[in-house]
């Protein structure tokens, strides 16, 4: 808060007046001398006093206090009810402003999306409200390339030391970066793979014909007719898919048939129940994760953290895949500047230095069961190494998919395939055939 003080003064005036009156009388001199008479002075003119200059008003200057930012934090990052990372984030913040005498956080929690989510109030607020804009916040990828293209977020080329850009995974970089420029700096990651109760080795999930041979259920999000799953979409790039296919509106057929055809043989041996079809995502079967139900699902690296915080006994294993390594798909949050001021941004640029310091980026993503974007955070996190090791690997073989893939006529196409082979409707053969012809059509 900024303190205007104002100081006051009062004008003095200094004057002096004179009046000289002389009269002087002799008195006569004895012995018949004549007396001597002393006429008196005239008196002086009195003029009016000269007036002393007014001194100067001075004032003292108003302090200058610090500049406040503003942040916007989604709520998935600053969960409401959780003391102890209320207290880690409260704590890194004040200590920025006491390294940062002239800056103060000014922190809001808003909703991801929805009424009164974060894009939605950029939008409506840099239009009509530019002064309630925060200077900086968090994105997730998918926001990041609106944000960008209504020019709502500033480039942070310049802003970001090579350092933190060094440290950052391959993927986690690319993530930030629209068009080739670096718009928004990666501090969340999330990465999908299975997650499971068994005493067995992860790797009976990693292939198709391993789970098929040892039977391993699992459960994954397949209800969104609007989206290709995530899922099947990575394994179908792992059979010899691509994604510059999709994006033409051409598919391989040999890669989608042999997809569509672990499912055909996983529905029929009672592997992958046709149920995943109701599943528009994994929050709609954690919880059976959680208490036991289900033995195995897909879930993203958040949830996998926050589950094993409470079942440290919750094992984890790669998502099937025809062949290859280990991968996933790739989001997270990237934080962005907003502010187009100079000044702000960059007193802006170092609360984003300070965040994205290694060990207490680790302290702070540990606190909310994510992952960093930075190796040299990742490998500060005290938890459970082979995981870290585990998500490393997934890390080095991350997809970044494009938002318009997703739901293309094609990746739709291939996901009505999907549900059809899982309903039992069509064979895996019939259904890509079927997505041929609505290709060719």
């Known amino acids: 808060m900024l303190i205007g003080m104002q100081a006051k003064t009062g004008l003095k005036r200094f004057g002096c007046f004179a009046a000289l009156a002389c009269m002087a009388a002799l008195l006569a001199a004895c012995g018949g001398e004549a007396a001597t008479t002393i006429e008196?002075?005239?008196a002086p003119t009195l003029l009016p006093p000269t007036p002393t200059p007014a001194p100067t008003p001075t004032f003292s200057?108003?302090?200058?206090?610090p500049t406040a930012l503003l942040v916007w934090w989604p709520e998935p990052l600053a969960p409401v009810g959780d003391v102890a990372a209320a207290a880690v984030l409260s704590a890194q913040i004040e200590a920025f402003e006491q390294a940062h005498a002239d800056i103060m956080i000014e922190s809001r929690l808003k909703k991801p999306k929805d009424v009164g989510g974060i894009m939605e109030t950029l939008r409506v607020a840099s239009a009509v409200a530019p002064g309630a804009l925060p200077d900086l916040t968090l994105l997730r990828r998918e926001d990041l390339l609106v944000a960008v293209q209504s020019g709502l977020v500033q480039p942070l080329e310049g802003l970001v030391s090579s350092a933190i850009l060094g440290s950052l995974y391959t993927a986690a970089l690319e993530l930030g970066q629209v068009n080739g420029q670096l718009y928004g700096l990666p501090y969340i990651?999330?990465?999908?793979h299975i997650a499971?109760?068994?005493d067995f080795l992860s790797d009976e999930f990693a292939l198709f014909e391993t789970v098929l041979a040892r039977g391993r259920r699992f459960v994954f999000a397949a209800g969104n007719p609007n989206a290709i799953s995530g899922v099947f979409l990575?394994?179908?790039?792992s059979a010899g898919g691509s994604l510059s296919d999709i994006s033409l509106g051409e598919i391989n057929s040999n890669a989608l048939?042999?997809?569509l055809r672990f499912y055909e043989q996983a529905a029929a041996a009672g592997l992958v129940d046709p149920a995943v079809l109701t599943f528009a995502s994994a929050d709609d079967y954690v919880a059976a994760l959680r208490d036991g139900t289900l033995d195995a699902g897909v879930v993203s690296s958040t949830v996998y953290l926050n589950l094993a915080a409470d079942d440290p006994g919750l094992a984890f294993a790669p998502v099937p895949?025809?062949?290859?390594?280990?991968?996933t798909l790739l989001n997270g949050w990237l934080w962005v500047i907003t502010t187009a001021n100079a000044d702000r941004k960059m007193m802006a640029a170092a609360f984003l230095e300070w965040m994205m310091e290694a060990g207490g980026q680790a302290d702070y993503t540990e606190a909310i069961h994510m992952l960093p974007s930075q190796r040299a955070a990742m490998r500060q996190l005290d938890i459970n190494p082979l995981y870290v090791d585990f998500v490393t690997q997934?890390?080095?073989?991350?997809i970044l998919l494009p938002p318009e893939i997703g739901s293309s006529p094609t990746a739709r196409a291939m996901q009505n395939a999907l549900a059809a082979v899982l309903s039992g409707q069509r064979s895996a053969e019939q259904a890509a055939q079927d997505v041929l012809n609505q290709l060719s059509g």
């Open 394 to 398: 997934l890390l080095g073989n991350a």
């Open 189 to 192: 990651l999330d990465v999908n």
């Open 40 to 42: 008196p002075l005239d």
């Open 196 to 198: 499971y109760r068994g």
């Open 257 to 259: 048939e042999a997809a």
């Open 234 to 237: 990575t394994q179908y790039l």
């Open 61 to 65: 200057p108003t302090p200058a206090g």
């Open 321 to 327: 895949m025809q062949a290859g390594q280990p991968t």
